[in-house]
Structures are given as C-alpha cells and as structure tokens.
C-alpha cells in the first residue's frame, strides 16, 4: 500500500508517492509536464506519473493527502478583508469570485478529478493536511536525523507564515509558529515586487542582485518595516504594506519611505535598486540568525532542518551555517509548495497511520532523482524517428567524450536518468560549462539561458574537494548553501572607479570566472559517486584533464521555461539555443550534425515572462 499526497492551487503544483515503509517513490512538479512554469493547476500529469510507478512496484493506493486545508485559508482571507474594510475591496472581490466558484469546493474538486485517474479512489481515502505541517513532515521525516528542530518560514499557508517544530523519531510537535500578516516571505517578496520582478518567482533574482549593492537601508527596513524581538519573533508594521488588503505588495508610505517608486520589470536596474537589494537581503539574513539562535538556547538539540519558500535563500543558509549554533544542517530541496506534496504523505504516514521511520545513511530524498526517466531504446526509437544523425557511446566513452569538449569551450545540455524533483537540476537535467572561460558565463546567460546578465552560476564540484575550494566540510548535494571561493583562487581585481554597479559582472576576480559572483560566492553543488556515478564519473574525467575538478552546472531550461522532462523538451532547447552538444542519455548530438531542416520540426519555445 502506497500514499500519494497533492499541493496544487496556488502555484507550484506537485504530487508525491511513499511507500508504506516511507521510502519516497517518485515525485514531479506538474509544470514539467505542461511546461507552463510554475503551474498551479490540479497535477493530473504528475499523479498519473505516480500511478505508473505505484503500479511498476506493485503498490495499491490507500490515501490521498491534500498539502492544506481550504477552509481555514477562506477563513483568514474573510477575516483579514473584514478587519481592513472598506480597504480592500478591489482585491476582495475577485479572490471571492475565485473561491466560490471553485477553490470553496476544493474537497469535491479533488474527488472528481482523483477519480479520473484512480478507478479504485473512494473519498474516504482523501485525507487534508496543514500547510506548515506539510512543509514540516518534508524537512524532518526524510532528513537523517533522529531529533532535529524544525524551522518553516514562507509567505503565508492558512494562517502560518513562520513556525518552529520539535522532531522525535516518527513524532512532530509544533513550538509556536508567527502568522499573517507578519512574514518573512512576504516581507522579501515586497522587495521583489519593489525591484521590478516577480513576486513568487523573482526572489532569486532579488538575492542575485544584492551582492552587487551596499546595505544602506538595512536600518531603515529594521526601524521601521519590522520589530524583531530578542527570540527572533516579529511584527511588520502593516502601514507600508497592501498584500493584505489590495493588488499591490507595498503602499504608498512603503514608496515615501524609500524616495523612489517601485521599477517597472524591463527598466534599467540602477545603483539604488541594487542598494535595496542589499539591503533586505542583509536584514533577512539578521531575522533568521535571530531564530536559529535562540531555538539553539531554547532547546540545546544540535540539528535543525528547513522548509518553506524561505528556505530557498542559500545566501542566508550560509550564514545559518557560519553562525556555528547547530552542528548539523538539513534543509528540503523542493522546500517551496512543491515539496508540501511530500510532506503532506509523509505526515499523514506517521503522524497519523504511526508507521515506524527508518533513518538512512543520507536521507530519504534519492538526491532528488524521483522524477520520469527514459530507456536508451526509447531514445533511439525518438532520435530514428526525426532521422536526427547521433553516437552511441558506452558511459566510459561517454564521459570521457564529454570532458573534452567541455574542456575545449563547449557548452553541454546533459540529459541523464531520473529527473529531478524541486527548483534545482542536480545533474541529470543540466547545461554544463568550463568555470574557468571568461566569457562563459555571458555567453550561457545571454545566448543560452535567455536571463539577466548578472545572474551567478553554480559550481558542481566532486565530493571531497569543496573544503579546498570553499571551505566547506561537509556535503552540499542539493545546491542550497553558498560559499566565497577560497582566497588561493581569488585575483586581484583591477578597481575601476568608471564600473558601477551590474557593469562589474564581466570583471576577472578567480581562477573560475564563470561561477565567481561578484562578492566571490558560490552556490555550491558537491556530486558524490555514490549519489550520481555518471556525473560524478564526468566531472572526474574533466578533472583528469584540467586539473579542476568543477563544472558550471545550471538547469537545463531557458528563461521563463520550466526545466526539460522528455527527450523532445531537450532537443527542443537545444534547437533553439546556443547549447552545442546534446548528451541524451548515451546519445551525443552534436549542433554541426544537425539538419538545416530541423527546426520546422519544432515550435519556437513558449516562454511565460518569470
């Protein structure tokens, strides 16, 4: 008997499986399959993925766990309109028109849909979570602690915005939990939205930016957007904000405040916005050090685990890191709404059905791989089928193939086994790069990617070399933790009083260019054999040959796309991009062999504006 728990509705959607046992069976996001980013909508592609793999293990279905309960979120938007009436009305209006007419019946909009896929579903087996308990149940029960605290912060679930938990074996008992209005998350998000990007999407755009301003509004926001007190809990000043109470992020005061209105998405981002920047993403940093202190005193446990949009800030995660209070750091990899599908079948299995839970040499997560994979011979049968010329390659071929022309300037789509599951592509849907061409990483972002010129890229780095490069001891498998470059690799930089600001992005400051962002962080993936022998094996041959062992490893999607599922969505990018080599599975396609004909054989790409 197997669980399939479900977030969809709001963005993000996803299912999981586990088995009764809590192994995680597979997991995806559902815009992998419609390839529409982020995708709200019920996860009818995903489930079906599940069932298939149920069925391969010969599992039967006895639960559906929804990641929240609708309700209760009715409940705060009622609550939350008619404690600021008449002000927000023109948000008030549409959002009721969208729950009456469809999110109010989410119970029987699950049921009918469910039953669509799943012959033998009957509602008694639809069960609801809660929000931050799913986001909970996703960091601990897969992590390899025993004991951990657990801290959740996001934008909102149904009431909770950041919360604290206690996990003990097969048991999680909240702390205390801040609810909404008061967010971390919407706090950072109305500086996304202020910045000129998209809330929900542009926080990493946000945190990219930062390094290249000065925190001098830093003060500003503590003294008078937020009150932090000395255990880390706080209020926002609700006087400069309108997400409660309009279609805006932030109010007119929030505008006065600063001196400057919000950018628009396509302006140029000037000194002052990277300033801001900055600056929030430095008080940001303060509240959540503020937090992990004082669980420590609190509770003297020396693990901690992290869910929740939040928790996606690998700047910040760093710094949880430096501040040296826990011994041992876990953070979900799908941490977003994503990851509650997960969570939500793992709570229902032991918080409810009391299942014994096993620890695991790393975790439970299977570095992520959980998603659809291909056969060579379903490879073939496609490439054949476009009569698109390729090489069959063995993995030893393979690898040593592709560390050569990586290491002659290449750029790589490497498209291997499982698919990942969450915001990062771990190795098995990548683009692949040399660190140390200068120029590579404008010709990945602009002529690949498609995104802004001073967005970093990670390093891939082989396990047991990160300590050297970045000083850091231990694993970071799930690219969530950022480091500076060790000084051994630093250059000096010639400073150039004429640069300012973004013009600083082309500036040579390491041996490894292409992943050196301008404060000389690093979003650091290391790859183990153990977790992922193919790339762990290609990283190894290029290492052999240029005595670096790293690669740039980026996902394997362009802007405002979400990350390759099939063979046809990597052959598609590679068509349309600047990508030269294509690694499909133990197929090399190379761009040269490509048939003059062979993009009317493909749509252009269909991007949604992230």
């Not at 309109?81 to 909009?109: C, D, H």
């Not at 480091?483 to 992005?505: A, H, M, P, T, W």
């Not at 790293?550 to 362009?558: A, R």
Request: charged fraction near 25%; charge should be neutral.
């Amino acid at each position: 008997m197997a669980i399939i728990g479900i977030s969809c509705f709001y963005h993000d959607s996803a299912a999981a499986l586990i088995s009764k046992s809590g192994e995680v069976l597979a997991a995806a996001q559902e815009e992998r399959f419609s390839r529409r980013k982020y995708d709200e909508r019920f996860p009818f592609c995903s489930i079906d993925y599940c069932l298939k793999v149920a069925k391969e293990h010969q599992e039967d279905i006895s639960a559906y766990v929804y990641y929240e309960k609708p309700i209760r979120v009715f409940m705060r938007l009622l609550e939350t309109y008619f404690n600021t009436a008449p002000r927000g009305i023109s948000s008030f209006i549409p959002s009721m028109q969208t729950w009456v007419g469809e999110k109010l019946f989410t119970r029987e909009n699950l049921v009918e849909r469910i039953s669509r896929l799943d012959e033998d579903f009957s509602e008694d087996k639809l069960y609801f979570s809660e929000h931050h308990l799913s986001h909970a149940a996703s960091a601990f029960f897969p992590s390899p602690f025993k004991e951990a605290i657990v801290l959740c912060m996001d934008a909102v679930g149904e009431w909770a915005t950041t919360s604290a938990w206690m996990g003990k074996g097969n048991e999680l008992q909240q702390i205390w939990e801040i609810n909404f209005p008061h967010s971390i998350g919407l706090l950072y998000s109305s500086f996304t939205y202020f910045c000129g990007f998209k809330v929900n999407s542009g926080e990493y755009k946000l945190m990219g930016l930062a390094p290249y301003g000065k925190p001098i509004y830093k003060d500003k926001i503590l003294n008078n957007l937020i009150n932090i007190k000395e255990d880390g809990s706080f209020k926002l000043n609700m006087k400069y904000f309108k997400y409660h109470r309009g279609l805006r992020m932030i109010s007119s005061k929030f505008i006065k405040l600063f001196g400057h209105k919000p950018r628009e998405p396509e302006e140029v981002i000037t000194q002052f916005y990277m300033d801001i920047a900055a600056s929030i993403q430095s008080a940001t940093e303060s509240i959540i050090l503020k937090i992990t202190s004082n669980l420590k005193q609190s509770y003297d446990i020396d693990n901690l685990c992290l869910a929740g949009g939040v928790a996606l800030n690998c700047v910040a995660n760093g710094k949880i890191i430096d501040q040296n209070c826990f011994q041992n750091l876990w953070i979900q990899p799908a941490a977003g709404d994503a990851g509650g599908a997960l969570g939500c079948a793992l709570a229902h299995l032991y918080t409810n059905e009391k299942s014994t839970r096993e620890l695991y040499k790393y975790d439970q997560m299977k570095s992520t791989y959980l998603g659809p994979e291909f056969s060579e011979n379903q490879i073939k049968n496609y490439l054949e089928d476009l009569k698109l010329p390729y090489e069959y390659l063995d993995d030893n071929q393979l690898s040593t193939k592709v560390a050569n022309l990586l290491s002659k300037g290449k750029v790589v789509g490497w498209f291997q086994g499982r698919m990942e599951y969450g915001p990062r592509a771990l190795g098995n849907r990548s683009i692949l790069g040399d660190p140390r061409v200068i120029d590579m990483q404008k010709k990945m972002n602009i002529k690949i990617k498609n995104r802004e010129s001073f967005r970093p890229f990670a390093p891939a780095i082989l396990n047991g070399h990160q300590n050297e490069y970045f000083n850091l001891k231990d694993e970071s498998p799930y690219m969530l933790i950022t480091r500076s470059l060790s000084d051994q690799f630093l250059k000096e930089v010639n400073d150039n009083e004429e640069l300012r600001g973004i013009e600083k992005v082309n500036q040579i400051r390491s041996e490894l260019p292409a992943i050196t962002h301008i404060d000389n962080s690093c979003r650091v993936q290391t790859v183990s054999e153990e977790r992922n022998p193919k790339f762990y094996s290609l990283i190894n041959e290029f290492y052999q040959l240029t005595n670096c062992p790293l690669l740039i490893n980026t996902s394997y999607n362009v802007r405002g796309e979400p990350i390759v599922c099939t063979p046809e969505d990597a052959l598609r990018c590679f068509v349309n991009t600047e990508i030269d080599i294509l690694a499909l599975g133990s197929f090399l396609i190379t761009k040269e062999a490509l048939p003059q004909n062979i993009n009317s054989k493909f749509l252009k790409l269909n991007l949604i504006d992230d």
